[in-house]
């Protein structure tokens, strides 16, 4: 089944760009990439989700090689309040169930 | 909004009690799951329904059963509470994927943390 791996930990600048990458190389053909944000104490938190082009929203941008088999989230101007764990996420063998991995716990320094 | 409650935010249990976990959608999903958090090992699937009074184990059921009577809300109890079970516990919804091709997103409630003692 497809599985993600991500860095355990990153440090990012506050008011500066946060990448953080996945590798996700056992993704089938027409399966999604999520990803979600977990804040200390809440329960996780959509942020985006993308196929083969690259995504933009309000909160991030989405950016997935071509061969599909990694993918980094950017956080284009982070702030303290994206301190936080962030799960790249894909469909166990495309059914109900999510693998969320253990995260990268992304801190943003003032 | 699509909202999802647990019944505690925080908990306290002794060794053996029956320890019963709710949680609520308002949003008319036919999925739900419960999920547990530990420190470096990340969110791991306890079960799942994909409709009333239906249930899949997940990778970590042993200890625990769920019991979905009503779309809306899914209940994870533990038996008989022991202190390897004193974790984040955190429900979520979504609706039926429909698909590999189709996105699909869960919707997660805020946690109960249960310490059992």
């Known amino acids: 089944d497809a599985k993600t791996t991500q860095p355990p930990s990153m440090d990012c600048a506050e008011g500066r760009a946060a990448n953080l990458p996945c590798n996700h190389s056992?993704?089938?053909?027409?399966?999604?990439v999520y990803w979600y944000r977990q804040i200390h104490s809440q329960g996780p938190q959509y942020i985006i989700h993308?196929?083969?082009n690259n995504e933009t929203n309000e909160m991030a941008s989405l950016i997935i090689t071509e061969d599909r088999k990694s993918s980094t989230l950017i956080l284009p101007h982070a702030t303290l309040r994206d301190t936080a764990v962030y799960y790249c996420?894909?469909?166990?063998?495309?059914?109900?169930?999510?693998?969320f991995g253990t995260g990268t716990s992304l801190t943003v320094i003032p | 909004d699509v909202k999802v409650t647990q019944s505690s935010r925080y908990l306290v249990k002794r060794t053996g009690e029956k320890v019963f976990l709710e949680c609520v959608q308002d949003?008319?999903?036919?999925?739900m799951f419960w999920y547990r958090q530990d420190p470096g090992l990340g969110l791991r699937l306890i079960y799942f329904?994909?409709?009333?009074?239906?249930?899949e184990k997940g990778d970590i059921p042993e200890g625990y059963s769920v019991s979905r009577e009503k779309k809306e809300r899914f209940s994870l109890i533990l038996e008989s509470a022991s202190t390897n079970q004193t974790s984040m516990y955190l429900c979520?919804?979504?609706?039926?994927?429909?698909?590999?091709?189709?996105?699909?997103?869960?919707?997660f409630g805020p946690g109960t943390r249960l310490t059992v003692t």
């Open positions: 056992t993704i089938s053909g027409n399966e999604y």
């Open positions: 993308g196929l083969k």
């Open positions: 979520a919804s979504s609706l039926w994927p429909g698909g590999t091709s189709v996105p699909y997103e869960q919707y």
């Open positions: 996420i894909v469909r166990v063998d495309g059914g109900n169930q999510f693998y």
């Open positions: 329904s994909y409709d009333v009074k239906m249930k």
């Open positions: 949003m008319d999903h036919e999925n």
